[in-house]
């Protein structure tokens, strides 16, 4: 779960982590009361969306003379004007993708003077194994670039689990990132702060991009974001809260309710398996014959029929989707539960598109029985290979 980077400041304040002062807006209703709360003169507009790039991304109703979705403001009144172009349209950047994302709230921020931008974020490393460090004295808008062009800049630092983030460990990020004065000294209170906050809210991402070096010698985080571990959210009532259900797509969201693993992609192919595994392994045999997958669905091994007649609806939901794919290898789960499922969702919602079962294991002759006394117009498959190739041929006119 993500959260928008005004909730995740709040959450580092709390922690006393060194942040600006600042005001979110809901509605234009908000905005004399957040400009009256803040000093000025320097104030800073910022999108709130659950997507980066926001200060290099343009506003679709704007045209292409339109400013980013991050902007400065030197007067109450420039306030008033980018709110009034931001609040409600659509921003597109990098990871938004063509389509963009509504801007529903934004965050007045205080502004402040910069001397560096550097580059924080805390993630779980699956090489080592551990919670790890990843800092960079190239922090700001063009850290991806940095990446890609000079790997060398960014430092990975891995915490040991048992000790947490020691002296050590905090005098090692401030070498990284040539912190040193004050702004080394404030380093060594906030490394281990933001490592124990990721720890003890069950994140998966904790990134602090940009973490400044103010021109009084002190550290302060910018710009924050976080996601947290889904499979752990049960122990924080009060980072669910936080959830704001607009920035999620609606067919994942309906998904969590029935406990699958749904993740919306850009294909026109629908996807029912059971397993990780096997769900990416059927996403991947889709690209080899020329198409693209819809989404990924992992059923789980132990689906009732009720959960599988939710995952197809969900599938037929998406307007995109040409044709499904029913892929079961049945162990756990036993291959004639999805059959009733897939005809219960199918007689519920109808077949407008082509559909391709394959079905093999636990109770397969049964399940083959039921699809095919169904009176559904299926297409049966043998194996995946044979399954993969109908499908794309099926939704190809073939």
Do not use: W
Request: glycine letters at 10%; one cysteine or more; proline letters at 3%.
């Amino acid at each position: 779960m993500n959260i928008h980077e005004y909730q995740a400041k709040a959450l580092l304040k709390g922690f006393g982590a060194p942040v600006a002062v600042g005001v979110p807006i809901l509605t234009k209703d908000d905005v004399e009361g957040a400009i009256a709360a803040l000093p000025g003169p320097l104030y800073v507009v910022k999108s709130q969306i659950h997507a980066g790039g926001r200060g290099k991304g343009k506003f679709k109703e704007l045209g292409s003379d339109a400013k980013g979705g991050v902007r400065l403001a030197f007067s109450a009144d420039e306030v008033r004007a980018h709110v009034a172009e931001m609040l409600g349209n659509t921003l597109v950047t990098k990871q938004t993708g063509p389509a963009g994302k509504q801007v529903n709230r934004l965050y007045l921020e205080d502004g402040a003077d910069i001397d560096r931008e550097l580059y924080l974020s805390i993630l779980v490393d699956r090489e080592s194994s551990q919670v790890s460090f990843v800092v960079s004295t190239e922090g700001g808008m063009d850290i991806e670039a940095v990446a890609e062009e000079t790997p060398d800049k960014i430092h990975t630092i891995g915490i040991d689990p048992q000790a947490g983030c020691s002296e050590a460990d905090a005098n090692a990020l401030c070498a990284a990132l040539k912190l040193d004065g004050a702004a080394a000294a404030d380093g060594l209170k906030l490394f281990p702060l933001l490592y124990n906050t990721f720890v003890e809210k069950d994140m998966s991402l904790l990134e602090v991009n940009p973490l400044i070096v103010m021109k009084d010698g002190h550290l302060r985080v910018l710009d924050a974001k976080m996601s947290f571990d889904g499979n752990a959210l049960f122990r924080h009532d009060d980072v669910m809260t936080l959830r704001d259900e607009t920035e999620e797509d609606a067919k994942e969201i309906e998904a969590s309710k029935y406990d699958l693993a749904y993740v919306a992609l850009e294909g026109d192919i629908g996807c029912m398996v059971n397993g990780a595994g096997l769900a990416m392994a059927t996403m991947d045999i889709i690209k080899l014959y020329g198409a693209e997958p819809a989404n990924f669905l992992d059923v789980g091994g132990g689906a009732t029929t009720e959960k599988v007649t939710a995952a197809f609806k969900i599938i037929t939901a998406d307007p995109n989707v040409k044709g499904i794919l029913v892929n079961i290898f049945g162990g756990i789960m036993r291959c004639d539960v999805i059959a009733e499922g897939v005809v219960t969702a199918v007689k519920d919602v109808g077949l407008q598109v082509p559909l391709v079962v394959r079905l093999e294991g636990t109770n397969v002759e049964k399940g083959k029985k039921i699809i095919n006394e169904s009176g559904l117009n299926v297409i049966a498959a043998d194996d995946l290979d044979d399954a993969a190739q109908k499908i794309v041929k099926a939704v190809k006119g073939g």
